[in-house]
T-cell receptor, first 113, second 115 residues
Framework: ETGVTQSPTHLIKTRGQQVTLRCSSQ?????VSWYQQALGQGPQFIFQ???????GRGNFPPRFSGLQFPNYSSELNVNALELDDSALYLC????????????FGPGTRLTVT | AQSVTQPDIHITVSEGASLELRCNYS??????LFWYVQSPGQGLQLLLK??????LVQGIKGFEAEFKRSQSSFNLRKPSVHWSDAAEYFC?????????????FGQGTELSVKP
């Protein structure tokens, strides 16, 4: 059974640029949640995708957007990057949108300069 | 608003000593409660969870936690800490209705273990 994978591991971008982060969910899971973890903080919920539809969103601006594909993998897109977007971005998959059993990937470390 | 507070930013314990990490939550109804552990460069691993029933829950790696409704607390304990337990620990709360996966995390407690 393959766990949750994320790519890339690290990324450096310049303010104003756009970035795409990717996540492959665990086999059999149809729900993906994305979290932002700033340095020294706990993860903050960005949004969740269930069967290719957004299924809840945290307090993040519209420049944070996502996609989920038929194979349940997912992308997080961030436009117009700001310095404060520098963080570890975590993806978590779960069996379905009602399940609290979440399996986290190792994260993508994004640095915005 | 829902929130989770972990009062201790950093705790150091000696190997073999007991451990208690504190977690307080603010939520109107009975929440779903979780403890996760994060090692450097790693994602989060679920240690244990409380949904209902017995207020003392057992988890992996010898950890346990006790839900105390009157104190709005869900403290994590381990009777004897091992050097490999050094990591960041996060308490989280989830709404108890049709909101699977949308967790609210505390800011974490970093655990150091002295030889």
């Amino acid at each position: 059974e393959t766990g949750v994978t994320q790519s890339p591991t690290h990324l450096i971008k310049t303010r104003g640029q756009q970035v795409t982060l990717r996540c492959s969910s665990q086999s059999g899971h149809n729900t993906v949640s994305w979290y932002q973890q700033a340095l020294g903080q706990g993860p903050q919920f960005i949004f969740q995708y269930y069967r290719e539809e957004e299924n809840g969103r945290g307090n993040f601006p519209p420049r944070f957007s996502g996609l989920q594909f038929p194979n349940y993998s997912s992308e997080l897109n961030v436009n117009a990057l700001e310095l404060d977007d520098s963080a570890l971005y975590l993806c978590a998959s779960s069996l379905d949108s009602f399940s609290y059993e979440q399996y986290f990937g190792p994260g993508t470390r994004l640095t915005v300069t | 608003a829902q929130s989770v507070t972990q009062p201790d930013i950093h705790i150091t314990v000696s190997e073999g000593a007991s451990l208690e990490l504190r977690c307080n939550y603010s939520y109107g109804a009975t929440p779903y409660l979780f403890w996760y552990v994060q090692s450097p460069g790693q994602g989060l691993q679920l240690l244990l969870k409380y949904f209902s029933g017995d207020t003392l829950v057992q988890g992996i790696k010898g950890f346990e936690a006790e839900f105390k409704r009157s104190q709005s607390s869900f403290n994590l304990r381990k009777p004897s800490v091992h050097w490999s337990d050094a990591a960041e620990y996060f308490c989280a709360v989830g709404p108890s209705y049709n909101q699977g996966g949308k967790l609210i995390f505390g800011q974490g407690t970093e655990l150091s273990v002295k030889p």
